[in-house]
């Protein structure tokens, strides 16, 4: 594939997820689900409203800049509400959302490229992320979670650029990567891990290399590529970043941009200082109660998201007929025959989450064998100066996977499933490697997998799109496209 066809493919993929955002934004005038919160809270920094926020800023500054350049467009206020605390097209406050997630499927194929130089690999984890129905349902309302996943991606990506320049540019680049993770946790706190699953990457790419050294009795300052004549891969690089210029670019940096971030809303809201504030949001969120429906009907414990078993709804709403004005608030009509749905699920792709895990678990059992069959064998041990691409494509994928899901296990307060959205993005990478080797493959019968997964991940977001963009449904529609009873 020429560098031509790989930039109009990444623009292909572009287009597609800005006009599966953009089309129809304005559908549902009021606010929907978390809207309530976020919607509001970046009109109040418009309108100087103190308040209370359970999360860092970051994403309520960047929703309330969007309204402020939304009130200023001479077009989309054909349709107005109060709900936020001004009167406002639900344009105004959508849009800066609508158009951060286009991007996210394109910095996806971006670190899919940087990771292995493959620019059928970086299409097909592009396309993949575009196909995704959570991300496509969180991009088109005014929430938080697309920042945490694009800073923290950003970050990641930063970092990669960084290891193919030197000197001043990688001076450059890593300061910018700093700056994309004290951004993800200037969103959540969870963009934490993020910059976990990159200081566990380098950790173990200087482990390998200290691992050779000692077992070779080599040197540890001899460059890698003196010992052996294959070239780095872009992650063996790493070891080329020492522990001062980590703690500096990806530590000091990160903690001094998620401070900055706070100073305008402390200037809003003086009830509480730098620390305070902090204290204030931990004591928050260990309140919120137990993991169970009784607290929340869509609570979700971390094991539930891989296998989708507990999406939710963030708008329900009926009519009796198609020709019916949209429902925005209020409560449902009664059932009736010929009732038409209007539903937003926060689901994912279920052919792309389910075979995504496939993949993901491959990825991990072929990791662990390289290190128990060598062990089981009673072989030696050895470290080999440079691992393969794949390899290293593998550890970043699965590290930076359990990075992301495992935090959680600890978390005893109520979740749901849109907290699985950092780690589920590398299941998407898993699976595009996956679909990629298959297709290379010199067996037919391998290659006829990848198309098959491929064909069936489009199939799968087109069959499931009513219920991401919340089109009318009649019953029998709604009931089809909901296989289980837990997905209600």
């Known amino acids: 594939m020429t560098k031509n066809w790989f930039r ?5 993929i572009f287009i597609f997820s800005f006009t599966l955002r953009f089309w129809g934004l304005d559908r549902f005038n009021t606010l929907v689900f978390d809207e309530v919160y976020f919607a509001k809270f970046g009109n ?9 926020n359970a999360h860092p800023p970051l994403s309520q500054y960047i929703i309330g800049i969007g309204i402020w350049i939304g009130k200023h467009v001479p077009f989309w206020q054909q349709q107005v509400n109060g709900l936020a605390g001004s009167l406002l097209s639900p344009w105004n406050y959508r849009w800066v959302n609508a158009l951060t997630g286009s991007f996210i499927p394109v910095v996806v194929a971006a670190i899919a490229y940087q990771i292995s130089h493959r620019r059928s690999f970086a299409l097909l984890a592009g396309f993949f992320t575009a196909c995704d129905g959570l991300f496509l349902v969180e991009s088109r309302y005014a929430l938080n979670n697309i920042y945490i996943v694009i800073f923290g991606l950003l970050g990641q990506w930063f970092l990669l650029l960084a290891l193919e320049n030197q ?3 990688r001076a450059l680049w890593l300061i910018a990567s700093g700056i994309g993770f004290g951004a993800s946790i200037g969103t959540k706190w969870n963009g934490l891990w993020f910059l976990l699953g990159t200081y566990l990457i380098w950790v173990t790419a200087w482990l390998l290399r200290l691992l050779h ?4 009795k080599q040197p540890i300052n001899k460059p890698i590529n003196k010992i052996d004549t294959k070239p780095l891969t872009p992650l063996e690089k790493l070891t080329e970043i020492n522990i001062l210029q980590m703690g500096f670019y990806l530590g000091i940096i990160p903690a001094l941009i998620y401070s900055l ?3 305008p809303h402390l200037r809003l809201d003086t009830s509480y200082g730098f620390i305070e504030v902090h204290r204030q949001i931990l004591n928050f969120h260990l309140h919120m109660g137990g993991n169970t429906p009784d607290v929340h009907p869509y609570c979700a414990a971390w094991y539930k998201w891989p296998l989708m078993t507990r999406p939710m709804a963030y708008y329900y709403q009926t009519t009796r007929h198609f020709s019916d004005p949209l429902p925005v608030m209020g409560p449902n009509l009664p059932a009736a025959d010929g009732m038409v749905i209007y539903d937003v699920h926060a689901m994912g792709n279920p052919f792309l989450w389910w075979s995504g895990m496939g993949a993901m678990l491959f990825l991990a059992g072929w990791l662990l064998s390289k290190i128990v069959i060598p062990l089981w064998k009673n072989q030696p041990l050895s470290v080999p100066a440079t691992l393969s691409i794949d390899t290293w494509i593998a550890i970043f994928i699965v590290f930076n996977y359990a990075a992301n899901l495992l935090p959680w296990v600890k978390v005893t307060r109520c ?3 849109y907290h699985y959205m950092c780690a589920v993005v590398y299941v998407f990478l898993a699976i595009a490697w996956f679909v990629d080797q298959s297709l290379r493959s010199y067996h037919r019968e391998l290659r006829a997998v990848g198309v098959t997964v491929s064909f069936l991940i489009l199939v799968g977001f087109i069959f499931w799109m009513p219920i991401y963009l919340g089109l009318p449904l009649t019953s029998e529609g709604y009931k089809l496209r909901m296989w289980f009873n837990t997905w209600i």
């Not at 109040?44 to 209370?52: G, R, W």
């Open 415 to 417: 979740v749901f499933i």
């Open 213 to 216: 050294a000692y077992l070779n």
């Open 261 to 263: 971030i706070w100073i």
């Open 8 to 12: 109009i493919g990444l623009l292909a």
């Open 44 to 52: 109040n920094y418009l309108t100087n409203t103190p308040f209370f």
């Open 167 to 169: 000197k001043r540019q």
